[in-house]
């Protein structure tokens, strides 16, 4: 069956830029961010991977592991991102697997061939630290994706988890939350949000973002 939300992220063993990587033993114990992208010294791919080095604090401060893949090798990926760190400003400081056999391509449905022929498509998989795959997204070739969105998703699960919460739409840091249908009990409410909520309706209640 293929993935879906909520299924175990499959572990696999790979070479990539900076060694032999075992994905299990890489992510032990954090959030991930396993994203593809279709091919080494292409102009989209390499905004993108400039972008995600930049923000390395940002993922760092929320304990997330990211690891990249195309199906180009190793030597490849070492003399292009040569290029990354020289046209963006950059240092690349996460692996980029080399996915030359498809092997984790193909077990992660990377892969989608009526859209790009033989080269993995713009995937991310967001996995937490139960290796639960939390997020799934697919971008087309030719749109680079926004990785301000990765985090804001991120921040919205790692909420979630904690303080029984979900985030409306265009949530940001600081916004107000939605309290989950699921929590009923009005005394676990008010412990839970000691600032009040307003309920809009009995099934649309807001409150302050309780973590700060
Ligand atoms: C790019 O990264 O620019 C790109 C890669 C494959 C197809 C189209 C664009």
């Known amino acids: 069956m293929s993935l879906q939300l909520g299924s175990i992220a499959p572990n696999f063993k790979q070479h990539s830029s900076v060694g032999d990587i075992d994905f299990y033993q890489y992510i032990e114990g954090s959030w991930a961010v396993l994203f593809s992208h279709p ?3 292409t102009p989209v791919c390499t905004t ?3 972008r995600v080095s930049k923000l390395k604090t940002e993922f760092d401060k929320r304990g997330v592991k990211v690891i990249a893949l195309s199906v180009d090798g190793v030597e490849s990926h070492k003399g292009w991102i040569l290029d990354i760190n020289e046209t963006q400003n950059c240092t690349v400081n996460y692996p980029i697997l080399a996915d030359e056999d498809k092997k984790v391509s193909e077990l992660y449905g990377m892969i989608h061939p009526q859209s790009l022929d033989s080269l993995t498509v713009r995937t991310v ?11 799934m997204l697919t971008y087309p070739a030719s749109t680079g994706r926004n990785f301000d969105e990765i985090l804001r998703v991120i921040d919205s699960l790692q909420l979630t988890d904690k303080y029984k919460v979900a985030t409306p739409v265009d949530w940001k840091h600081g916004g107000d939350v939605v309290i989950v249908p699921a929590l009923q009990d009005p005394t676990e409410i008010k412990q839970r949000f000691p600032k009040g909520h307003k309920a809009i309706k009995p099934y649309l209640r807001m409150t302050a973002q309780p973590n700060l």
């Open 48 to 50: 993108e991977l400039g």
């Open 39 to 41: 091919k080494d010294y």
């Open 125 to 135: 998989f967001i996995i937490d630290p139960n290796k639960k795959i939390r997020l």
